[in-house]
């Protein structure tokens, strides 16, 4: 998934989490909202009480839905919007010589949708992927896969540490983008650089971990513009800190 780096330097990876992060609202939420059905809540209950696991409940939240995919597919392009500045992040990095991936715990009958209508479908995407179980998927009757599932992290269906510790077994530089805790919390601890807002950014204030505050995209894109890909020392955690905008927040 890299490009080639510059010369003399190391490449990069940029992995970004894809709900409440590369768009600006939780799209599983936005879909469940409005296509789950009368067996949703309790599923709900029953997550809430501990005794689902998140990627359990997801599976089953969806299979309550029983309207065609493609009815949710065409809901997310019609009603969920990409942060500002995502477009210049992914354009700084590949003009770097790095490369950029989604990775999201979600599914990929909606991420993939909502990153094309956006002019965006050659982005890579490492999610859960859906298939219908039945002859032309005529319902929400979903077989689900896991292309990134380890059993280390199973519960919550997507692994977004696996990249990174490919990335950084080769030398390469990596940026994290998150908001969420259960898989993005893992992640942000073996990134090098770390983007956070929302509940991680919280998980990174109490534990320790060095990250940057962001709301939207565009420090985000400077930041890579700017990136300093001299080689570092092995397990150096780099923040760039010389070349951060005035608007970015280190936190220590």
């Keep these: 998934m890299t490009g080639p780096g510059i010369s003399g330097t190391r490449t990069f990876l940029v992995v970004c989490d894809f709900d409440d992060t590369a768009a600006e609202c939780n799209v ?15 599923v709900q209950r029953a997550y809430r009480d501990g005794k689902l696991a998140f990627r359990d409940y997801q599976e089953k939240m969806f299979n309550t839905v029983a309207a065609p995919v493609e009815d949710l597919m065409a809901y997310a392009r019609e009603h969920v919007t990409l942060r500002p500045g ?5 354009t700084a990095t590949r003009e770097r010589g ?23 479908g050659d982005v890579p ?4 992927t859906g298939a219908p179980a039945t002859a032309g998927g005529a319902t929400m009757t979903f077989r689900y896969d896991y292309p990134a599932g ?6 919550w269906a997507v692994c977004k540490c696996d990249p990174i510790e490919k990335a950084r077994s080769r030398d390469e530089h990596v940026i994290f983008i998150g908001d969420g805790l259960r898989s993005d ?5 073996k990134a090098d650089t770390v983007f956070a807002r929302s509940r991680l950014l919280e998980h990174c204030k109490d534990n320790g971990i060095e990250a940057i505050e962001f ?12 990136l300093d890909l001299g080689r570092k020392g092995p ?10 905008p005035e608007t970015m927040k280190a936190i220590e």
């Design 125 to 128: 995407v490492l999610s859960v």
């Design 28 to 42: 599983a939420q936005l879909l469940l909202a409005e296509f789950a059905g009368p067996a949703a809540a309790a």
């Design 185 to 189: 919390a893992c992640a942000a601890e």
């Design 150 to 155: 380890q059993e280390r992290c199973r519960d």
């Design 235 to 244: 397990g150096d955690r780099v923040t760039n800190a010389e070349s951060m």
């Design 98 to 120: 790095g490369a950029f991936v989604i990775a999201s715990a979600g599914m990929d009958f909606y991420v993939k949708p909502v990153l094309a209508a956006n002019g965006l």
């Design 215 to 226: 709301d939207d995209f565009h420090p985000i894109a400077r930041h890579i513009s700017g």
């Design 86 to 90: 995502l477009h210049d992040a992914i």
